[in-house]
C-alpha cells in the first residue's frame, strides 16, 4: 500500500490502521510528500514504513516514488491509497479481483456505488474527462481523476520510470500513458468517504480552471513519445 501524504497528521495514523487491520497481510509505505507537521511521525508510529521526502513534490512525484521503491524491492503489486481517510480498505480486495484480468485497477466514485457527489466546475470536468478517456482508452472511465488504484506488474514496471508528476498527470496523463503502453485498464465501483480531516486540496479558483488544466493534461499525454522499452539486462555480458 502506497499512501502519498502532504500535512495529514490528523488522519494518516487512523488510516494506516485501518489498512493494517482489513489487509494484514500487505506492506504499508506511507511517501510524506515534504510535509511541515508530524505525518512522518505518526505515520510511523502507527506502524507505517515511511518515506521521507525533503521538499514537496506533489501526488505525482511522491508515487513514483513509491512506485520505484517498490519495483526495487521487489513487490508485483501496488495499491494507492490517500491518507485522508476517503477511501474504505474493505474495497482493496475488490480492486484485487480484477487483476487477473487487468493491469490497472481504477475505484470508481461514479459507477453506481455509494452517494458520491460533486458539484460546480469540478462535475463538469469530470463528465468531460470520462468522455475523452473513455474514447482514448476504450474502456469506461467514469472517474479519471481517482486516487484509489491498484497496479499490477507491468504497470509498476513502467510507472517506476515513466510515471507523470504534473498536476492531474499522476491520474489523467497516467491513464493515457498506460494505455499507449498497452496495459489494460478496469474500473470497479467502490464507495467514497468524507474526508476525515484536513481541507481538500482544491481551492475555490483551482476548481475553476479544472476542466482547462485536465483537457491540458491529456493533450499533453497525447503528444508526449511513448514511453521507451526496456529490454531486459544479457545475461551473457
Known sequence: MALPALNEEASVASVVAEIRRTQP??????????STDATAERAADAGAQVMR???????????????RYALEAGYSH????????????????RLLTTMSRADIAIGARFAGVGDYAMRGPRRWAMRTLSVILSR??????????????????SALELFAFDFPEEYLGDTVEALVIAHRAGLTIEQVPVAMRQRTAGRPSQG????????????????????????????PPDASA
Open 136 to 153: 482514448l482508452t476504450g474502456v469506461p472511465v467514469s472517474d479519471p481523476t481517482s486516487g484509489f488504484r491498484m497496479i499490477g506488474p
Open 53 to 67: 521526502l525533503p521538499f514537496n513534490l506533489g501526488v505525482g512525484g511522491a508515487m513514483r516514488a513509491g512506485y
Open 25 to 34: 497481510s500487505a506492506d504499508v509505505l506511507v511517501i510524506d510528500d515534504g
Open 78 to 93: 501496488v495499491v494507492q491509497v490517500d491518507a485522508d481517510g476517503q477511501h474504505d480498505p474493505e474495497d482493496i480486495q
Open 204 to 231: 475555490a479558483l483551482r476548481s475553476s480552471a479544472y476542466l482547462v488544466r485536465a483537457v491540458a493534461a491529456i493533450l499533453l499525454a497525447v503528444a508526449r513519445r511513448g514511453p521507451a522499452r526496456r529490454e
